[in-house]
């Protein structure tokens, strides 16, 4: 399993393309574009046992390991905004060890491209659910 972006898409894109994106309704657009890039989970994916609990919408994660040690995560959700949010996190923990993805500060990320103040809390809650269910995958 490779990551849906190949490695076309990192977290310094991501950092440009909301940097540039003044304005909340710009980068809900951003996040509408960035779901549309990011392919599904195939049906047979979309199991409990990749089911991401703490999400309001139905949402997965698929992650593998590569042969150099690397995570290699693809999420999928039935909402788009949430689809949106899971591109911003892959491409900042996509094709990462574990010691990467833990040392990640998710928080500082958010931060920067201003996105958990625009989001309803149980939206919050369920991003930090998706990064979440990642370290964990990432820690086992």
């Known amino acids: 399993m490779n990551h849906p972006f190949g490695t076309a898409i990192t977290d310094q894109d991501i950092r440009a ?6 304005g909340w309704e710009a980068r809900y657009k951003q996040l ?4 549309r890039q990011l392919p599904p989970l195939p049906p ?4 409990e046992a990749n089911a991401i609990h ?7 994660l698929q992650a593998g ?3 150099q040690g690397r ?8 909402a788009r905004i949430v689809k949106g949010l899971m591109a911003v996190v892959l491409a900042a923990l996509s094709n990462k060890t574990s010691a990467q993805i833990q ?5 500082a990320y958010f931060a920067e491209l201003q996105l958990l103040a625009h989001l309803s ?8 659910a998706v990064v979440e269910a990642i370290k964990t995958k990432a820690g086992s």
Do not use: K, V, Y
Not at 17 to 22: G, K, T
Not at 32 to 35: E, G, K, V, W
Not at 54 to 60: M, T
Not at 121 to 128: A, K, Q, V
């Open 44 to 47: 047979e994916a979309r199991t």
């Open 121 to 128: 809390p149980s939206r919050g809650n369920g991003l930090r």
């Open 71 to 78: 995570w290699q995560l693809h999420c999928d959700s039935d």
């Open 103 to 107: 040392a990640f500060d998710m928080e």
């Open 17 to 22: 393309l909301f940097a540039a994106a003044h």
């Open 65 to 67: 390991q590569d042969a």
């Open 32 to 35: 509408i574009l960035l779901a």
């Open 54 to 60: 703490g999400c309001e919408s139905q949402a997965w």
